[in-house]
């Protein structure tokens, strides 16, 4: 028993500190410019918490979040062709209807067995042309492919911050893949625009784009901190250089965000404040125009090692364990009692 009490001190010991260090260190009172998009990340393709909860429930938490947007990862065949289609028309019915938007999430595959730029191109645009040519009507922005910098990247530990971080044969494949999604999806749906995706501080894959000519719209961003907005000064930095490559022409769109490891050992508090001020401050950034939280549910079924438990508990909205009812995490309170629609 002792040892018990003693564990729970620690830990409720740590989260007060943290606290303190927060409420100390400059945070911004929850606000953002009405134009200024937010939404959220969710699986409800593929993941069982996902696939458990009802389409419809889905859609009544966003709404109820004040959340216009659900990015949702979606497998396809070499053709475009959605592996779980049924579920998906479920879900875009359901949407359409309660007047949401999804933001596709296309998985880039194939180009494993591409041998040259050439192969590379022609099965991106043909992959993602042919998703826009079948399912355009419901999409407004596409998402081609996730962090792909993580797989051209030479080593982890790099900053990502120049070109001569990523592997350059693999390079040749990848970035020529990606030109072939955004040529495609923009043939058969020129009114779209596109996004391409890279973490942390990896802006070199951003200006390894640009070297081969990928005309994408939109700097898609994931970042995870532990840090409010006036101590992340990587993350700020990392916007400035982001925005630089294409001369401040193109936006950003942060379409991953939350605490670092999510709400685990009960952070609810932590996670709300940085959530909550990251907003406030991304939206004083006109070129800014979207902030995507990863992501809507816990997932506590996944299949994952201690070390990485954390990956359960980056939802905002909780599943009862006995009646599976959605519970609000704190910072869903605060977006459903403070949203602007």
Not at 16 to 23: D, E, H, K, V, W
Not at 100 to 120: D, F, R, S, V, W
Not at 128 to 154: I, Q, R, S, T, V
Not at 221 to 236: E, F, M, V
Request: proline share 2%; aromatic share 12%; charged share 20%.
């Amino acid at each position: 028993m002792i040892s018990k009490l003693n564990q729970w001190s620690r830990k409720n010991i740590a989260i007060a500190l943290l606290m303190i260090i927060i409420l100390g260190s400059g945070f911004t009172e929850f606000n953002y410019r009405a134009d200024f998009i937010i939404g959220v990340n969710g699986h409800p393709l593929n993941q069982k918490a996902y696939l458990s909860t009802p389409v419809a429930t889905q859609a009544s938490l966003i709404k109820s979040l004040g959340m216009s947007y659900y990015r949702v990862d979606i497998g396809t065949d070499l053709n475009g062709t959605i592996l779980n289609e049924a579920k998906f028309l479920e879900l875009a019915t359901v949407f359409q209807a309660n007047g949401l938007k999804i933001l596709p999430m296309l998985y880039p595959h194939g180009y494993e067995q591409c041998n040259n730029a050439t192969e590379a191109y022609s099965l991106g645009k043909k992959m993602a042309g042919g998703f826009a040519l079948k399912y355009g009507k419901y999409f407004d922005h596409y998402e081609l492919g996730n962090e792909m910098d993580l797989k051209l990247l030479k080593k982890r530990m790099l900053d990502g911050k120049d070109t001569s971080d990523f592997d350059h044969a693999k390079s040749v494949i990848i970035c020529n893949f990606l030109k072939g999604m955004n040529d495609g999806v923009n043939a058969s749906a020129p009114t779209a625009k596109t996004i391409i995706d890279m973490s942390q501080t990896h802006s070199g894959f951003i200006k390894l784009l640009k070297a081969y000519n990928v005309n994408f719209d939109i700097i898609g961003q994931h970042w995870y901190s532990n840090s409010l907005y006036a101590q992340s000064t990587d993350y700020q930095n990392t916007v400035n250089d982001l925005l630089s490559v294409y001369k401040y022409k193109k936006p950003i769109w942060i379409t991953e965000f939350n605490q670092f490891q999510g709400s685990i050992n009960d952070r609810e508090d932590s996670q709300n404040m940085i959530i909550q001020d990251f907003i406030s401050n991304c939206s004083k950034n006109k070129l800014i125009q979207a902030f995507f939280i990863y992501e809507l549910l816990d997932e506590p079924e996944l299949n994952m090692n201690q070390e990485h438990a954390f990956e359960k508990q980056y939802g905002i909205v909780k599943l009862d364990k006995q009646n599976g009812l959605p519970q609000y995490k704190k910072i869903a309170k605060t977006l459903s009692s403070s949203h602007k629609f």
